[in-house]
Nanobody
Framework: QVRLVESGGGLVQPGGSLRLTCAASGFTFIVYDMSWYRQAPDKERELVAFINPTGTVTNYNDSVKGRFTISRDNAKNTVYLQTNSLKPEDTAVYYC???????????WGQGTQVTVSS
């Protein structure tokens, strides 16, 4: 059974930090590109950060560059999103996403809520 389980969300004040974690199981994690997406109320889901299977390539939405860092631990089948200097506009549900172009498979997690408010 494929599972992507996000955790680490919560309520934080502006300028604060959170570390989001996505634990994967039920598929060959090491061959999948991993990404974090987010969706704010009444907005479309958007890509936040991407990391390739070996962790050597990362990409970020311009709005989070310099503040967020994506990483992965293939030994633990886990991907992380370190979020720093959080702003109210970062408030959204954050989703973990796995995709393998070679295997033509993709999976979504259930999401974790991040709320940035004073």
């Amino acid at each position: 059974q494929v599972r992507l389980v996000e955790s680490g969300g919560g309520l934080v004040q502006p300028g604060g930090s959170l570390r989001l974690t996505c634990a994967a199981s039920g598929f060959t994690f090491i061959v999948y590109d991993m990404s974090w997406y987010r969706q704010a109320p009444d907005k479309e889901r958007e890509l936040v950060a991407f990391i390739n299977p070996t962790g050597t390539v990362t990409n970020y939405n311009d709005s989070v560059k310099g503040r967020f860092t994506i990483s992965r631990d293939n030994a633990k089948n886990t991907v992380y999103l370190q979020t720093n200097s959080l702003k109210p506009e970062d408030t959204a549900v954050y989703y973990c996403y796995a995709k393998s172009y070679a295997l033509r498979r993709e999976f979504w997690g259930q999401g974790t809520q991040v709320t940035v408010s004073s």
